[in-house]
């Protein structure tokens, strides 16, 4: 039997209409344009403003253009995984809803939860369903609306927060040299203090206390979660490329995570790797959380030439971490004209 490896074979997203730039942003909270942009990269962001509209909306809109892009018929798609951190609901999952929009008859869905590093994560997994060859086709999603629990009276926070989604179809192939490589991921559990939201668990539920106290929304310990972040993520790219015998000149692109335009500085400096390389859209969309990764690949799709080496880094809350490293299946400039 052939060995099978995973290779992303598509790529699509989305992001809301409505853009919130620094300016609008300054006349909400004490802050100004210059203060946002010296210390973030940030210009704008796009919100989900209508009512009624949660996280699974934008990911079908994604997963919609997906596979109208890659002429998949919806009937071969053997399962739907989302990453988020916003749900819709509590239950039932993001995915399934998403997967009832689309009308997919022969799929299962589920939803993944690692923060920044869903994404990553969730392609991890379904790369390793493929190669199991008991699945044909993924699709992999990122979504997030980060407005639903970001407040826009905290200074520090509200400015780097914005909604978005990105989608990759993943499928299986018998071709040598594409796809799949290697994945460095861990998770070291001493986040939690530095980087969460206080209540809307089982620990603290939802109350009139919580509501009127703002424990509803994300807290972060900015400096800790900078430093963290930017060891981390340096540190585990270093490690993959070590392992598969290379260098960063072997490397063609990096996806980073897009959390603050210092820290993808501070990585790429790390490890050694010109910022020429790596692949960069904050400046639009602020930090989408698990859409980052897919928005990026969506924005610069078509730059992407078959045989690639791109290595993806990620961080976020628990701390989550890690890298991983593809070579890129298709000449992103065809596909890249159906966007």
């Known amino acids: 039997m052939e060995k099978i490896n995973a290779i992303i074979t598509g790529v699509a997203g989305y992001v809301p209409d409505y853009v919130l730039n620094n300016e609008e942003l300054s006349r909400m909270v004490d802050t100004s344009d210059e203060w946002i942009t010296t210390r973030t990269g940030i210009s704008e962001r796009r919100i989900l403003t209508e009512e009624g509209l949660g996280t699974s909306y934008m990911a079908r809109k994604a997963a919609k253009l997906l596979i109208k892009k890659t002429g998949v018929d919806p009937d071969t798609i053997d399962g739907i995984i989302v990453a988020t951190t916003t749900p819709d609901y509590i239950h039932p999952s993001t995915a399934s809803i998403v997967l009832g929009k689309l009308g997919l008859k022969n799929a299962y869905a589920f939803d993944f939860s690692a923060a920044c590093c869903g994404f990553m994560y969730a392609l991890d997994v379904a790369c390793s369903m493929i190669q199991s060859s008991r699945y044909k086709r993924i699709i992999v999603i990122g979504a997030?609306?980060?407005?639903?629990?970001?407040?826009?009276?905290?200074?520090?926070?509200?400015?780097?927060?914005?909604?978005?989604?990105?989608?990759?179809?993943?499928?299986?192939?018998?071709?040598?040299?594409?796809?799949?490589?290697?994945?460095?991921?861990?998770?070291?559990?001493?986040?939690?203090?530095?980087?969460?939201?206080?209540?809307?668990?089982?620990?603290?539920?939802?109350?009139?206390?919580?509501?009127?106290?703002?424990?509803?929304?994300?807290?972060?310990?900015?400096?800790?979660?900078?430093?963290?972040?930017?060891?981390?993520?340096?540190?585990?790219?270093?490690?993959?490329?070590?392992?598969n015998k290379m260098t960063t000149d072997d490397v063609d692109f990096v996806v980073c995570h897009q959390a603050n335009l210092r820290i993808i500085e501070a990585v790429a400096k790390r490890i050694g790797i010109p910022m020429e390389k790596v692949l960069v859209n904050i400046q639009r969309y602020g930090n989408t959380s698990a859409a980052c990764m897919p928005l990026v690949l969506w924005d610069f799709e078509s730059q992407l030439k078959k045989g690639d080496n791109i290595v993806f880094t990620a961080f976020g809350a628990g701390f989550v971490n890690g890298a991983s490293l593809f070579k890129w299946a298709y000449d992103g400039a065809t596909e890249a004209v159906k966007k």
């Open 144 to 243: 997030d609306k980060m407005s639903s629990i970001t407040d826009y009276a905290d200074r520090q926070t509200c400015a780097l927060f914005g909604d978005g989604a990105g989608a990759v179809m993943v499928e299986g192939t018998t071709e040598e040299g594409v796809g799949f490589v290697d994945s460095y991921n861990r998770t070291d559990g001493k986040g939690l203090p530095f980087l969460h939201i206080k209540a809307g668990g089982s620990v603290s539920p939802a109350s009139q206390f919580t509501v009127d106290h703002r424990l509803h929304y994300t807290y972060q310990e900015g400096r800790t979660v900078f430093r963290y972040a930017v060891t981390a993520m340096g540190d585990d790219c270093a490690t993959l490329l070590e392992r």
